[in-house]
């Protein structure tokens, strides 16, 4: 099984590429029906075992219930825990040394130990699928974790947690121009952590997630990953045919 990962500024397009990409690539599933399928096949709580084969797909309210409660979940945190400690020390370190200018804290080790856990079980359970399509994976949670006043002085730390995460097989990179970002989050909402902010506020968080993109595409790059650059502005239908073609190769 192969992992392909969205890279993007808030507001990028990110998601709806995502979703248009799982459903339209062979052999291809997102994170949340390969955690699903998963849990369907080889968990060990019995409720949540019988809810993912009852229900159509991960967006049903009653797996999402159910997924949240499920033993599962939490022993595939503490197995990803004990297989990969460096991760978890990564994001701990990147954390305390931001924490004076940092905000939400809380809510970003929440996302990232969220996305170790599903991640573990995707991987665990394989399946008969080629792709597994992310949308916040781990390239993408360093925006979580840096976005807010990034700065030079990040770097090593943000270098640190990029080499301890586990590395996607194909980053997708999606190019937005910023105000098309920042119009995008005005229409839908911004993240929780910035909706205190001033306009001006929010709009230097959207500047210094850009910079973080450009460090981790960059890093990607570097590190021999395959990284593919979309344009965010356009037509989703024709960026994914691009994509799928690309990925078929």
Request: aromatic share 6%; glycine share 8%; net charge neutral.
């Amino acid at each position: 099984m192969r992992v392909v990962e969205l890279l993007g500024a808030p507001g990028s397009g990110k998601t709806t590429l995502a979703r248009q990409l799982a459903l339209r690539l062979p052999g291809a599933i997102d994170l949340e029906e390969a955690v699903r399928s998963s849990i369907r096949e080889r968990g060990d709580d019995s409720v949540a075992r019988i809810v993912a084969r009852v229900t159509r797909s991960s967006s049903s309210r009653l797996w999402k219930g159910a997924y949240s409660r499920s033993t599962d979940r939490f022993s595939a945190l503490a197995r990803f825990i004990g297989e990969k400690p460096e991760t978890l020390e990564a994001v701990l370190a990147a954390q305390r040394h931001r924490v004076d200018r940092d905000r939400g804290q809380d809510l970003a080790l929440g996302w990232v130990l969220n996305l170790m856990a599903r991640y573990q079980l995707a991987v665990e359970g394989r399946g008969s699928s080629d792709w597994v399509v992310i949308d916040e994976g781990f390239s993408q949670r360093a925006v979580a974790l840096f976005g807010h006043g990034f700065t030079a002085g990040d770097g090593d730390w943000l270098a640190a947690y990029l080499a301890a995460v586990p590395r996607p097989d194909v980053v997708v990179l999606v190019e937005t121009p910023r105000p098309t970002c920042a119009s995008r989050l005005d229409a839908r909402g911004w993240s929780e952590r910035v909706t205190g902010l001033s306009a001006a506020g929010r709009l230097s968080v959207l500047e210094s997630s850009e910079r973080v993109v450009e460090t981790v595409s960059a890093w990607v790059e570097e590190a021999g990953i395959r990284l593919l650059r979309v344009d965010g502005t356009e037509s989703a239908t024709t960026t994914v045919t691009t994509l799928v073609g690309l990925l078929e190769d």
